[in-house]
Every structure is written in structure tokens, then in C-alpha cells.
């Protein structure tokens, strides 16, 4: 089974409040899964690492053999592409627990998205933080 994944991190004030979403969909566009969640004060960076080692464990636990992860942030998807090295001591944790999920998955991909296309995982996190507050 394919699934993609588009997840979201944020953090009002970076560091701040912050939540994280994912929406997980099959090939053919249905929702079959979302997450929205508070997650305490953490930077956005955090945030977005969180977001997806969520979606990746709810892909885990649906029997995802494929997945596509799209996300906003350069950043993570950089790193996890091994494009840019992990410098910041505390996103290393969060990389390499990514990291151990995805040896989970038969074939798995990172694809940075423009924010406009990522609004479901953008709302779902900033559903989150408003409920946290």
C-alpha cells in the first residue's frame, strides 16, 4: 500500500507554542488518516520533524510499504535526502528517529512542497496550536 504524507510543524514565537499536522491519503487522493496535535514549546524546526515522524508511525501502523512524504520545510527534507548535514544538536535526536522509521518502509521519498500546497497539514497544526494555547 502507498501512502502520501503531508505534514506541517509550527511554533508561534520559534521558539513557542507549538503543534503539528499530517493528513495521509492513498494514491488516489482520500484522506484515510489525520493528525492534530499540540506539542508543548519547541522551535519550528522541531516542529516539523515531529509532524512527520508522526505521519510516518500512523503509515507504520496502517501497513504502508510506500510512502511520499511532502512537507514545506527545505530544511527537514534536505536533511533527510542527506543533502545538508544535521548541525543542530537538537534536531539530531528527531533526524535519526526518522531515520530508524524509515528503514520500516519498502521505498520511501521526501519531496519539499510550496506552503500552498501543504494547507490541510498546515490547518491541522494550526488547529493544534489554538487548542493549546
Request: net charge neutral.
Amino acid at each position: 500500500m502507498k501512502i502520501i504524507i503531508h505534514s506541517d510543524g509550527g511554533a508561534r514565537g520559534n521558539p513557542g507554542p507549538a503543534g503539528i499536522g499530517a493528513q495521509l491519503t492513498n494514491e488516489k487522493g482520500v484522506v484515510i488518516a489525520e493528525i492534530s496535535e499540540f506539542i508543548g514549546h519547541t522551535t519550528n524546526n522541531q516542529a516539523e520533524y515531529q509532524a512527520l515522524l508522526a505521519g510516518l508511525e500512523k503509515a507504520k501502523n496502517l501497513g504502508a510499504e510506500e510512502v511520499v512524504c511532502r512537507l514545506d520545510s527545505e530544511l527537514v527534507v534536505k536533511q533527510l535526502n542527506h543533502e545538508y548535514k544535521v548541525k543542530n544538536k537538537d534536531l539530531a535526536p528527531l533526524f535519526l528517529k526518522a531515520h530508524n522509521l524509515i528503514t520500516g518502509f519498502k521505498k520511501i521519498s521526501f519531496q519539499h512542497v510550496p506552503r500552498e500546497m501543504n494547507k490541510e497539514a498546515d490547518r491541522l497544526a494550526n488547529e493544534a496550536m489554538d487548542k493549546g494555547r
